[in-house]
């Protein structure tokens, strides 16, 4: 365990206060990884001594169903648009070594890493590219150049501290970045569906029967996951229900398509089975790359900095989900150092010819999800309705009310999840196993993308922004933060948030595909720079905050920055030379409410200018709740 005196607020690794050339980042090479294993390295027994718990078990079971499912999905993806260089053992060596080094040497090993549909679109994309320019045969050593040069463009981002920069991703950027990954997602699912229908020749009975069983896969899962949030049946069989919806669903529809009769002669295509620790091509695992012409390989380098910008944004934002405000952590992170292993693991499956594995924006708060210890508690409250009709007001006598809270207690901080699902991947490369996986029908494949990409939708703050603007008045809760707000501001400002997204998902479907990481990385300074200056420092406060606010997380990336809102508010009011002003919608009274604070991005003086301005907004009965749309 860590020493009892750990301060994470006050850490030593802070770049605040400094001038001259210590001020730099770059120039003092290798200070955020050695503060990143200094700070973990007190927890590492304890992440393996509370790994045997049945929260850690039930945790597995889920999470490794929730990333070998969709790493099967964007493999068989990949098969087809790269005319089968990429196969099922590719993706499951990719997955195990990512899960196997993120296990023992990571800072934060709750963060699962492993194939993306951004990884699948950029190596399909690059295989377009290497098609056109007639280099198809060179294609493996090609890409195996992208992921050299992306692995030393990591290996300097990680020495030079630039994972810092993440310590300035908000809601607005996070939120837009997983509406993008949840929609890809879905349209991948509708893409692996199509082909049901012409693959193999045409079959319509097995296209149409497929849609059944992706749509039932997906109305069984979501619907057992959400089952632990009820009050049907005891508590144990809502989480037992809960914890293993994947493996229940998975299994089931498996037996179901094997159903003799009409069922079984419609001929679903299934996962193609490959040799036990073979290459999908006959080839070695390792990749002739030394013999890649040089012109290729300076070509290679601008493809490996896209990459880098891609998994620089994907990874480090997986893993400030996997800790974010919502889940009770106390262990400490480390952004550089996991970043610098995220190089190594793009070297090696460069020159090996694997998918390289990265963070997973939807799975990894879902892994950590699955390792919290959620309790059910009892509120009962009292109620009086009111009655009105056209000559009076009549008060119904008091009414009691029991109602469910659910809270998250506690978190399984620990290694043992990602290690045993190393083993599990390496085990599923065996022959017999290889032999379960083709009994799965390929169309359970896309009920998972339905799945994983939906999941995540309803709870953006652009969903639930949009909701409440289309909300009657009158119902409206009133101590929403919002109701302070225009809504036609409230529109606006996810407008911005919908640019990002529109950009993002077009440039996908085109060949330009492989510049999309700059569109997502630049959503960054969009919200930094140009935001501030077209909307009021309250409107920014209410709309949006930190993706991570814990100083436990917070150390790793230098601190707690200053929001630019509050920056730009303070900087006005002292050149008016007045006390108030402007003033911000969050107080230490709405820490109380249960909103997020956001007093520890202000000094003294914004504070207590905010305490005047809520004590305001209590006598006027504008009360905030957690209902903000980023909760």
């Given at each position: 365990?860590?020493?009892?005196?750990?301060?994470?607020?006050?850490?030593?690794?802070?770049?605040?206060?400094?001038?001259?050339?210590?001020?730099?980042?770059?120039?003092?090479?290798?200070?955020?990884?050695?503060?990143?294993?200094?700070?973990?390295?007190?927890?590492?027994?304890?992440?393996?001594?509370?790994?045997?718990?049945?929260?850690?078990?039930?945790?597995?079971?889920?999470?490794?169903?929730?990333?070998?499912?969709?790493?099967?999905?964007?493999?068989?993806?990949?098969?087809?648009?790269?005319?089968?260089?990429?196969?099922?053992?590719?993706?499951?060596?990719?997955?195990?070594?990512?899960?196997?080094?993120?296990?023992?040497?990571?800072?934060?090993?709750?963060?699962?890493?492993?194939?993306?549909?951004?990884?699948?679109?950029?190596?399909?994309?690059?295989?377009?590219?290497?098609?056109?320019q007639g280099i198809r045969e060179l294609y493996p050593q090609l890409i195996a150049w992208v992921?050299?040069?992306?692995?030393?463009?990591?290996?300097?981002?990680?020495?030079?501290?630039?994972?810092?920069?993440?310590?300035?991703?908000?809601?607005?950027?996070?939120?837009?970045?997983?509406?993008?990954?949840?929609?890809?997602?879905?349209?991948?699912?509708?893409?692996?569906?199509?082909?049901?229908?012409?693959?193999?020749?045409?079959?319509?009975?097995?296209?149409?029967?497929?849609?059944?069983?992706?749509?039932?896969?997906?109305?069984?899962?979501?619907?057992?996951?959400?089952?632990?949030?009820?009050?049907?049946?005891?508590?144990?069989?809502?989480?037992?229900?809960?914890?293993?919806?994947?493996?229940?669903?998975?299994?089931?529809?498996?037996?179901?398509?094997?159903?003799?009769?009409?069922?079984?002669?419609?001929?679903?295509?299934?996962?193609?089975?490959?040799?036990?620790?073979?290459?999908?091509?006959?080839?070695?695992?390792?990749?002739?790359?030394?013999?890649?012409?040089?012109?290729?390989?300076?070509?290679?380098?601008?493809?490996?900095?896209?990459?880098?910008?891609?998994?620089?944004?994907?990874?480090?934002?997986?893993?400030?989900?996997?800790?974010?405000?919502?889940?009770?952590?106390?262990?400490?992170?480390?952004?550089?150092?996991?970043?610098?292993?995220?190089?190594?693991?793009?070297?090696?499956?460069?020159?090996?010819?694997?998918?390289?594995?990265?963070?997973?924006?939807?799975?990894?708060?879902?892994?950590?999800?699955?390792?919290?210890?959620?309790?059910?508690?009892?509120?009962?409250?009292?109620?009086?309705?009111?009655?009105?009709?056209?000559?009076?007001?009549?008060?119904?006598?008091?009414?009691?009310?029991?109602?469910?809270?659910?809270?998250?207690?506690?978190?399984?901080?620990?290694?043992?999840?990602?290690?045993?699902?190393?083993?599990?991947?390496?085990?599923?490369?065996?022959?017999?196993?290889?032999?379960?996986?083709?009994?799965?029908?390929?169309?359970?494949?896309?009920?998972?993308?339905?799945?994983?990409?939906?999941?995540?939708?309803?709870?953006?703050?652009?969903?639930?922004?949009?909701?409440?603007?289309?909300?009657?008045?009158?119902?409206?809760?009133?101590?929403?933060?919002?109701?302070?707000?225009?809504?036609?501001?409230?529109?606006?400002?996810?407008?911005?948030?919908?640019?990002?997204?529109?950009?993002?998902?077009?440039?996908?479907?085109?060949?330009?595909?492989?510049?999309?990481?700059?569109?997502?990385?630049?959503?960054?300074?969009?919200?930094?720079?140009?935001?501030?200056?077209?909307?009021?420092?309250?409107?920014?406060?209410?709309?949006?905050?930190?993706?991570?606010?814990?100083?436990?997380?917070?150390?790793?990336?230098?601190?707690?920055?200053?929001?630019?809102?509050?920056?730009?508010?303070?900087?006005?009011?002292?050149?008016?030379?007045?006390?108030?002003?402007?003033?911000?919608?969050?107080?230490?009274?709405?820490?109380?409410?249960?909103?997020?604070?956001?007093?520890?991005?202000?000094?003294?003086?914004?504070?207590?200018?905010?305490?005047?301005?809520?004590?305001?907004?209590?006598?006027?009965?504008?009360?905030?709740?957690?209902?903000?749309?980023?909760?």
């Amino acid at each position: 365990m860590a020493p009892p005196t750990t301060d994470f607020k006050n850490d030593p690794y802070s770049w605040d206060g400094l001038t001259g050339w210590k001020s730099y980042r770059a120039l003092r090479p290798f200070r955020g990884m050695y503060w990143d294993v200094r700070r973990r390295a007190p927890w590492y027994w304890s992440d393996i001594s509370e790994g045997f718990t049945y929260r850690v078990f039930a945790g597995t079971v889920r999470i490794f169903f929730v990333n070998i499912l969709p790493a099967l999905a964007f493999q068989l993806d990949m098969t087809r648009r790269t005319d089968g260089y990429f196969g099922i053992n590719e993706a499951l060596f990719s997955s195990a070594l990512a899960a196997l080094v993120f296990s023992t040497l990571s800072c934060q090993p709750l963060t699962i890493v492993g194939i993306t549909g951004l990884i699948s679109l950029f190596n399909y994309t690059v295989y377009d590219i290497a098609v056109a320019q007639g280099i198809r045969e060179l294609y493996p050593q090609l890409i195996a150049w992208v992921s050299i040069w992306a692995a030393i463009t990591h290996w300097l981002t990680s020495i030079c501290n630039w994972c810092d920069y993440m310590r300035y991703i908000t809601d607005f950027s996070s939120n837009a970045f997983g509406m993008y990954v949840s929609i890809i997602y879905m349209i991948k699912g509708v893409e692996e569906l199509v082909a049901q229908f012409s693959e193999g020749g045409p079959n319509l009975a097995g296209g149409y029967l497929s849609v059944v069983i992706a749509l039932c896969y997906w109305f069984t899962v979501y619907y057992l996951e959400v089952m632990g949030a009820t009050i049907y049946f005891r508590p144990w069989t809502r989480k037992i229900l809960s914890d293993f919806a994947y493996p229940i669903a998975t299994i089931f529809w498996t037996g179901f398509s094997h159903i003799p009769g009409r069922i079984k002669a419609a001929e679903l295509l299934r996962v193609p089975h490959t040799p036990a620790f073979h290459p999908t091509v006959d080839r070695s695992w390792l990749v002739d790359f030394w013999n890649l012409p040089v012109k290729w390989i300076f070509v290679a380098l601008p493809m490996g900095i896209l990459l880098t910008l891609l998994f620089y944004y994907d990874h480090n934002v997986s893993s400030l989900t996997a800790q974010a405000k919502n889940f009770p952590l106390r262990k400490p992170a480390g952004f550089h150092w996991d970043f610098f292993l995220l190089g190594c693991t793009c070297f090696v499956g460069g020159i090996v010819g694997i998918p390289l594995p990265n963070g997973l924006v939807p799975q990894a708060p879902v892994h950590t999800d699955s390792l919290t210890d959620y309790h059910d508690r009892l509120v009962k409250s009292k109620e009086q309705d009111t009655k009105t009709d056209e000559d009076h007001t009549v008060e119904d006598e008091w009414v009691l009310h029991n109602k469910k809270l659910v809270d998250a207690t506690y978190v399984a901080e620990q290694r043992v999840s990602h290690f045993v699902m190393a083993l599990a991947f390496v085990g599923f490369m065996t022959g017999p196993l290889l032999v379960v996986l083709h009994t799965m029908p390929r169309a359970l494949l896309a009920g998972v993308f339905f799945v994983v990409g939906w999941g995540g939708i309803p709870g953006f703050n652009m969903t639930q922004n949009l909701l409440y603007c289309m909300r009657e008045n009158k119902f409206v809760d009133p101590g929403d933060p919002r109701n302070t707000l225009k809504k036609w501001r409230i529109c606006y400002y996810v407008f911005w948030q919908a640019l990002g997204v529109v950009i993002s998902v077009a440039i996908s479907q085109t060949i330009a595909a492989i510049g999309f990481p700059v569109i997502i990385v630049a959503l960054i300074p969009l919200r930094w720079v140009v935001l501030p200056r077209i909307f009021t420092e309250h409107e920014l406060l209410v709309l949006d905050a930190p993706t991570a606010d814990a100083d436990v997380v917070l150390a790793s990336m230098g601190g707690r920055p200053t929001l630019p809102e509050v920056r730009m508010a303070e900087e006005r009011r002292r050149q008016r030379g007045e006390e108030g002003g402007e003033g911000s919608g969050a107080s230490s009274e709405a820490r109380a409410e249960g909103m997020r604070s956001r007093d520890g991005f202000k000094d003294e003086e914004e504070k207590e200018v905010e305490r005047e301005r809520a004590e305001e907004r209590v006598r006027q009965g504008i009360l905030p709740t957690l209902r903000t749309g980023h909760a």
